[in-house]
């Protein structure tokens, strides 16, 4: 009878993960959980008084539901854990609990609800021990002693081919690893839905956009495969939560693959972080309206983005020979190919995706650069824009 008092204390604890969050506070619990411990605290009380000194058999398991599992001490030997970015408390606790350093979640989560200082806990590698107890753990977690410290920072708009040298050289991983785990992007945990287009064109899957650009840390033996794959959980998690996918479809009726790519574009063109928005509006002006020449975009960086992916030196728009822009064998020329690019052109942050899925209103088919701090002067006119470039020009720009 005892056995159906027996409430799995650590399962129940491990399947309750989504449900704590960050900062949680320990009264916003419905009060359920207290009323069936009254219960199970009545009937254990009626059966040890009906059986008397055999009721003690089996008392450990009904005792564990009412106090917390945990260990007493600093723990004995050491172990290393991976936090990703994002993580919750419960995430957390169930790293903790799977590599041994903590009897029960509830343990560390208890502990973490009595201590404000528990939201600081950074993403990353902690050198932690086993068997350690719950406010220990998360006095060690707090220590900036106990994380490994092995970060980079990629930047915003690095091509895949830049990010796996800036890689490479952080890490001493073959560049040639990176881009051989590269070349499937479903397999680094990019969903094949990501790739659909809806403008016509065939769909190419890359991991082209989808390593996010942010500061990681590289966990202890990591492989070309889990750091690429690490980028690519980012990725999802900031636009999941900005819920690009279906904002894009719903407000631009375009695939989210379109609007990566049109973030990219931005990405690449833009001069300061306040014209990424209006440059993605003149993106999908120029691919989508038909007011614009065959619906060809015009951007020289695409041509530049292939230009490297094949090994070519890049060159700036005013070196760029017109028989290159419009070479007919770049699939990246958009000023001979009609619409988007094949696939994005780097990995664009934050700003630019906000740009991409909600840009201001706006007629614009025309932008160009008009000082040397980057901001961009554009135009719904060919006439308009021909006072703007001749304005760069007075400012040096061109």
Known sequence: MFDELDLGHDEQDRGDKGKHRRGRKRGGRSGGGRGKTALALLLALVL???????????????????????????GTEEVTIQIPQGAFLADMAVALYDAGVIKSTKAFIEAAEKNSRSRNIQSGTYKLRKQMSGELALAAMLDPASRIVNGITIPEGRTAKSIFKLLSDKTDIPVKEFEAAAKDPEKLGVPDWWFKRDDGKKSKKSIEGFLFPDTYEIPPNATAETILGQMVDHFLSVTGEMEFADRVQKDRKISPYEALIVASLAQAEAGNA???????????????????????????????????LTGKKTKSSKEMRREEIRDPKNPYSTHSHPGLTPTPINNPGKQALEGAMDPPKGDWLFFVAIDKEGRSAFAETNAEHERNVAKAKENGIL
């Open 48 to 74: 040890l008084g009906g059986i008397g000194g055999g009721a003690f058999y089996g008392f450990d398991r009904v005792q564990s539901y009412f106090v917390t599992p945990d260990y007493d001490g600093a």
């Open 274 to 308: 306040e014209d990424l928005g209006k440059i993605a509006r003149v993106a999908y002006n120029r691919a989508y309206s038909g007011n614009f020449p065959c619906n060809c975009l015009e951007f020289d960086v695409s041509v530049n983005y292939y230009w490297e």
